[in-house]
């Protein structure tokens, strides 16, 4: 894949100095799965982010599929994201439903049971995030799974 920068990197940059022991500047970023990001691949790398919302759908490479359940997810969370990627925390990002975007939908079921037991094993593991809260409505798909995605630090968000 090939990267271009708009500079991100340099805003997280500029940013990041307006940070004080006082008063934190957290910065997060929502990049697509194939790593490193397109657009945000550089910003990323600079070690400057607090989270990462990692967009595990709409991206066969690296999303849950029912030919191969987990493995690519799974795959690209462990072996690129959680080892090439200096974060504090990253999110899981999913559709909250089948409609929500054109693939990656993951059954609640499947992700309590396939997905959560494995990404829940980094300390780097911050929660799901769900996209959107339109569709998570229709569908109760964060109700669903709740009670296994909390993390360490209580935190569960939806966009």
């Known amino acids: 894949m090939e990267s271009y920068s708009p500079h991100y990197d340099d805003l997280a940059r500029f940013l990041s100095e ?18 490193p990001d397109a657009a945000l691949g550089e910003a990323i790398a600079t070690g400057l982010f607090d989270y990462v919302w990692i967009q595990f759908y709409n991206n066969p490479p690296c999303q849950y ?15 690129q994201w959680m080892s090439d990627v200096n974060v504090k925390k990253a999110f899981v990002g999913l559709p909250a439903s089948p409609a929500a975007a054109g693939s990656g939908y993951i059954e609640p ?3 309590k049971s396939e997905v959560l037991p494995e990404v829940k094993k980094s300390p780097k593991y911050g929660g799901v995030m769900l ?9 109760g798909y ?3 799974i ?12 939806e966009l």
Do not use: H
């Not at 307006?18 to 790593?35: G, I, N, W």
């Not at 359940?69 to 072996?79: A, D, I, Q, R």
């Not at 709740?146 to 968000?157: H, K, M, N, R």
């Open 18 to 35: 307006y940070s004080t022991p006082e008063r934190k500047v957290y910065l997060s970023a929502a990049p697509q799965c194939p790593y």
């Open 131 to 139: 996209w959107n809260r339109y569709q998570d409505i229709l569908n």
């Open 146 to 157: 709740i009670d296994d995605v909390v993390s360490a630090t209580g935190c569960v968000a």
């Open 109 to 111: 079921e499947k992700l």
């Open 142 to 144: 964060s109700a669903a």
């Open 65 to 79: 599929s029912a030919d191969v359940g987990p493995t690519n997810l799974l795959n690209s969370w462990n072996n």
